[in-house]
């Protein structure tokens, strides 16, 4: 049987990036990019890789084809093809190259600018049918004009660049740029409204998501002053594509020029194809050799490293961490891990919420410590296989609060972690410590001291403090052929109360539990199983 991990590719890539896959034989690469639709699907049964371009619509139905996808691959910066939420649902993690095509989307956008200022289009069709029409064509220059850039990231920063050799003016509309920022860049930040009247020339560098879609509509156009030119080179749906068709009809904006559209192909009656004073390309941006083997290189090492490696740092539905921080997270994933699971079985209501201290060695990865800590809690909880990219959605779908803080001062161990979880007027508290060596500890449940290793299985029992309990739960085990590894057991002076934790070579059976349970002096008795 051949287990190695099994790649799709569903678009064509460039020859580089597939090199990179291929090379590796603990892979295997199928190219299914001249592939139908249906035999896609076929394909992914058993995958567990899939990469992607702009052509494959990975929707939810395909998606549901593929059960044993790990990763996703967009050979691109966007993901507007990709059913994020069903990935993530599926625990599918979901990866792209966005600085593969940077350099050449950006220069897109200044051959669009320059195209529209010049009309050099219209000029060259022009002259081709047999006219020396120069009148015809005075455009405007760049140098002295203001340039707005709604959205200031990797490539809205490197058109910024080039504007500003052109000796343009840059204001830029983005709510995640910092003044401090704006300074570094010798550009102007504004607020989008206050912006679009002052500009000569608009450029967008922004995602299509619900707060993006038709940004620049009817109203916002109208703001623009009449000689601007509104270049789209970022994702079509951002404009509203019969508003700019009217505006440029009426005369009430100069020119434009769209990379991008909402539908694409664009369809043969558009309003935009009768527009004038507008360039048209056909989504051209990643369309050069350079960034086809960018990005097909990026994408191919992010999967290989996924599959291979366990390395998701650059998954976009995950929560994100530090690269470098990986291999020190570990121990404290897998202490989180187990801490989940001893919570979810000691709990015995429905879980309300959940919160998470952390203290260590490792100063990021919260979140991703939080995501262990609900791995835990449903893989005794739930008829599901977790991971870190569904579990903290999953607790969100289940009304379930994740809380998360730091510890400042951590003594004696190098991560010590405190999960909280809370349902109603039931609270339950477990806390655990990575060691020195990398070696985990169970040291407290419900603020009893039981310093035990946190593998295999434990039994975890609370009983009232009174002779001839241990004793018997120890001789019920070994009759049913149970040895016990590990034993600890601490007692709450003030309740009466006492609590075991024991480490059994062996799973105890359903019947073994309720027999323990019947035990007069027993008030609860549960079994965990910490393997990962």
């Given at each position: 049987m051949?287990?190695?991990p ?6 064509a890539l460039a ?11 603990r892979l ?16 992914l049964?058993g995958a567990?890789g899939?990469?992607v ?10 998606l549901?084809?593929?059960e044993?996808?790990r990763?996703?691959g ?11 939420d ?13 600085a593969?095509?940077t350099?050449s989307?950006a220069?897109?956008?200044?051959a669009l600018?320059?195209s529209?200022a010049?009309s050099?289009?219209a ?8 006219r ?6 005075h455009?405007?220059?760049l140098s002295g004009?203001?340039l ?10 490197t058109?910024?660049?080039?504007a500003?050799a052109?000796?343009m ?5 983005d709510?995640?740029m ?6 570094d860049?010798y ?6 409204d206050?912006?679009l009247?002052v ?5 967008l ?7 993006t879609?038709e940004?620049l509509?009817?109203?916002?156009i109208?703001?623009l002053?009449?000689?601007a030119?509104?270049v789209?080179?970022?994702r079509g749906?951002i404009?509203?594509?019969e508003?700019l068709a009217?505006?440029l009809?009426d005369?009430?904006?100069?020119a434009?020029?769209l990379?991008?559209?909402?539908d694409?192909?664009l369809?043969?009656?558009h ?15 990643a369309?050069?050799h ?5 990005v097909?290189i990026?994408?191919a090492a992010?999967?290989?490293?996924a ?9 976009v ?6 690269r ?5 997270l570990?121990p404290?994933?897998?202490?989180a891990?187990r801490?989940?699971?001893?919570l979810?079985e ?11 201290r952390y203290?260590?060695?490792?100063q990021?990865g ?8 609900l791995?835990g ?12 990219i ?6 969100r779908e289940?009304g379930?609060?994740?809380?998360r803080?730091?510890?400042?001062e951590v003594?004696?161990y ?5 999960v909280t979880?809370?349902?109603g007027d039931?609270?339950?508290?477990v806390?655990g410590g990575?060691?020195?060596?990398g070696?985990?500890r169970l040291?407290?449940i419900?603020?009893?001291?039981v ?7 434990l039994?975890?029992f609370?009983?009232?403090?009174e002779?001839g309990v241990?004793?018997?739960v ?10 016990i590894a590990?034993?600890h057991?601490a007692r709450?002076?003030?309740?009466g109360?006492s ?5 059994l070579?062996?799973r105890?059976?359903?019947e073994?539990?309720?027999e ?5 002096a027993i008030q609860y008795?549960r079994?965990?199983r910490?393997?990962t």
């Amino acid at each position: 049987m051949n287990d190695r991990p099994r790649v799709v590719i569903a678009d064509a890539l460039a020859a580089e990036g597939v090199a990179i896959l291929e090379a590796d034989s603990r892979l295997q690469v199928e190219d299914y990019s001249a592939r139908s639709r249906a035999e896609l699907e076929q394909g992914l049964v058993g995958a567990t890789g899939l990469i992607v371009r702009s052509g494959t619509q990975a929707d939810a139905a395909l998606l549901a084809a593929g059960e044993s996808l790990r990763v996703i691959g967009r050979a691109g910066a966007g993901l507007d093809n990709i059913d994020l939420d069903a990935a993530t649902r599926m625990g599918v993690a979901v990866m792209n190259a966005p600085a593969g095509n940077t350099v050449s989307t950006a220069e897109l956008t200044f051959a669009l600018l320059l195209s529209a200022a010049r009309s050099i289009p219209a000029a060259d069709r022009s002259l081709r049918a047999g006219r020396w029409d120069r009148k015809a064509f005075h455009g405007a220059q760049l140098s002295g004009k203001t340039l707005g850039v709604i959205g200031a990231g990797r490539i809205g920063a490197t058109v910024i660049q080039r504007a500003r050799a052109f000796g343009m003016k840059v204001v830029v509309a983005d709510p995640y740029m910092t003044e401090e920022r704006a300074r570094d860049m010798y550009v102007e930040l504004m607020e989008l409204d206050d912006m679009l009247p002052v500009v000569d020339f608009l450029t967008l560098h922004v995602p299509l998501t619900s707060e993006t879609k038709e940004l620049l509509d009817s109203e916002r156009i109208g703001r623009l002053k009449p000689h601007a030119v509104l270049v789209n080179a970022a994702r079509g749906g951002i404009v509203d594509e019969e508003a700019l068709a009217s505006a440029l009809q009426d005369g009430r904006l100069a020119a434009a020029a769209l990379d991008v559209y909402e539908d694409e192909p664009l369809p043969a009656d558009h309003p935009l194809r009768d527009a004038p004073n507008l360039v048209l390309t056909p989504h051209l941006g990643a369309a050069t050799h350079d960034a086809q083997r960018e990005v097909a290189i990026e994408i191919a090492a992010a999967v290989r490293a996924a599959l291979l490696e366990g390395d998701y740092s650059s998954a976009v539905n995950m929560p994100p961490y530090d690269r470098g921080d990986r291999d020190r997270l570990r121990p404290v994933l897998d202490l989180a891990e187990r801490l989940g699971s001893v919570l979810g079985e000691v709990m015995q209501g429905a879980v309300g919420e959940v919160s998470v201290r952390y203290g260590g060695e490792v100063q990021r990865g919260l979140r991703l410590i939080s995501s262990a800590v609900l791995i835990g809690l449903w893989k005794v909880r739930l008829d599901t296989s977790p991971n870190l990219i569904n579990a903290l959605p999953l607790a969100r779908e289940r009304g379930i609060s994740v809380s998360r803080s730091r510890v400042d001062e951590v003594t004696g161990y190098r991560g010590m972690l405190e999960v909280t979880a809370q349902s109603g007027d039931e609270l339950h508290v477990v806390s655990g410590g990575v060691e020195g060596d990398g070696d985990l500890r169970l040291l407290r449940i419900d603020g009893y001291h039981v310093e035990v290793e946190p593998r295999g299985y434990l039994l975890i029992f609370r009983n009232r403090d009174e002779p001839g309990v241990v004793g018997e739960v120890g001789t019920r085990l070994g009759a049913a052929g149970v040895n016990i590894a590990e034993f600890h057991q601490a007692r709450d002076s003030e309740t009466g109360d006492s609590l075991g934790v024991l480490s059994l070579d062996d799973r105890p059976s359903m019947e073994l539990l309720t027999e323990l349970r019947s035990i007069p002096a027993i008030q609860y008795a549960r079994g965990v199983r910490l393997d990962t």
